[in-house]
């Protein structure tokens, strides 16, 4: 019997490209330069928070059903992630080659050949010390392939016949998912005075770099599938949840300095990104705005640009490419537009190829 396949939600692929473009800026810009959307670039952490969420709801989208009916095979689903994420993972560890003595000069020995070991293995983020080895962004590849490991276990959750239940579940994650960052806070174990963005620290990089802390993130985006079946596509309370979402999230980011960094960092924000998914997967304007085509089509790169800005960013200045063309001036805008360029480069010319050679190698 053929499956048929959930229909796509091209608003959400959209929404990925501006994620993926706002962690990009929040690494390499200055967000004073954006004006009115400088909380958004400052707090460009919570674009990771936001695809942690969204990969959750997006696994469960697409097998949450499948799994309560018996036709969900783990093993083929593994196979199937395992195509999606190494090829560009892996990419990404052999353009970070260079990266190689700064990180041999700033670990012992022990924790250098732990992280040559771990980081191919996709498991060096259970290790803070060497969670961001090589390619920083590319600890949320261990933290993600954690979660599919579990995901099989999570899809087969009996989901309720009524919104209250799933509301009520959704409540009991969040509160959970606030644990980690509010003991941070309450006990200060690295003895910060004042902890932000740029602060370097063992407990917050625990906090900030591993799989465990991030979890509810993931489990609270297979829930809100589950909530998502019981709403009708064109209900318009699907736009209201998407404002609402949009609008709170901002607000929260605005209010960033008042609120403490360890809280606002993942779980604060999970139910205002719940709601702006649920009014993105409707059929309502504010959906059309983000599935524009140009917009999807960055989105469907997001995870290279994700995972390869770091590689690119540097391959780009460490050339001077843009110097010896004659135009630096143009910079950083023009590389952000390289970057993207890139991005859906690798995507089509080294991911989907790869792919397609390893799931038939596997048979996935």
Known sequence: MEIRKPDRLNALTGLRAFAAVNIVLFHFSNPNWFGPLAPVVNA?????????????YVMAYNYAAR?????????????????????????????????????YAQHTHFLFWLGMVLTPLLLQGWVPEIATFLNTPAWTMSAEWFYYLIFPWLARWRRPDRVAPILRRLLAIWLLGLIPGTLYFVFNPDHVVHVDRYTEAPWLQALKATPIPHLASFVFGTVLAGLDELIPRDARKRLWLGIFGFASTFFVL???????????????LMPFFGCAILGLAGQNWLAKMLGWRPLVIVGE???????????FWNLIHDTHVLERLGIAALDPWLSY???????????????????RVLRRWMGA
């Open 67 to 103: 799994a309560r009916r018996g036709e969900f095979e783990a093993v083929r689903f593994w196979k199937a992630r395992f195509t999606r994420l190494y090829p560009i993972y892996l990419l990404s560890l052999l353009l970070a080659w260079r990266n190689l003595p700064t990180e």
């Open 301 to 311: 790169s997001s995870y290279c640009l994700y995972l390869l800005h770091f590689n």
């Open 337 to 355: 537009v390289i970057l993207i360029g890139l991005g859906l480069f690798a995507l089509h010319f080294i991911e989907k190829p790869a792919q």
């Open 254 to 268: 605005w209010l960033g300095p008042w609120i403490p960094y360890a809280i606002i960092h993942d779980g604060l």
């Open 44 to 56: 460009g952490y919570a674009s990771v928070s936001f695809f942690i969420l969204l990969s959750g």
